[in-house]
């Protein structure tokens, strides 16, 4: 007999990710992540892409945040407050950003990509 429990719950989590994208939180979240991978690529691009590593951490804490939120797991794990938990890590990812894109765009003269980075 096969089992069609696979194929549903691949389809009931593209559900998930469909309907939690459209909400405020979802889409915040996911346009965090689209901004970071933009910025990866434009440090990887640049002559210092050590400076990648700040969008990196910020886009992996950002997706498995919505990957919590998205399963609602913060549901299930009430011993951690969610919200502060991600107040937190996207204040700390903010002062982080304008830190680092501070040093790209003031040292970056000469190097397109980077100074492009510290825009973004």
Known sequence: MADTNGSSAAGNCLEKLK??????????????????????????????????????????????????????????????????????RAGIGAILYIITSLICVIGGAGDGARIAGGVS
Do not use: R
């Open 19 to 88: 309907s939690y994208v459209k909400t405020q939180k979802g889409f915040i979240l996911a346009a965090e992540i689209l901004i970071s991978f933009i910025i990866i690529i434009c440090y990887a691009a640049s002559l210092y892409g050590g400076y990648s590593a700040v969008a990196i951490c910020q886009m992996v804490f950002a997706m498995a945040f919505f990957g919590i939120f998205m399963m609602e797991l913060d549901k299930q794990f009430l011993l951690v407050n969610w919200v502060w938990s991600d107040l937190f």
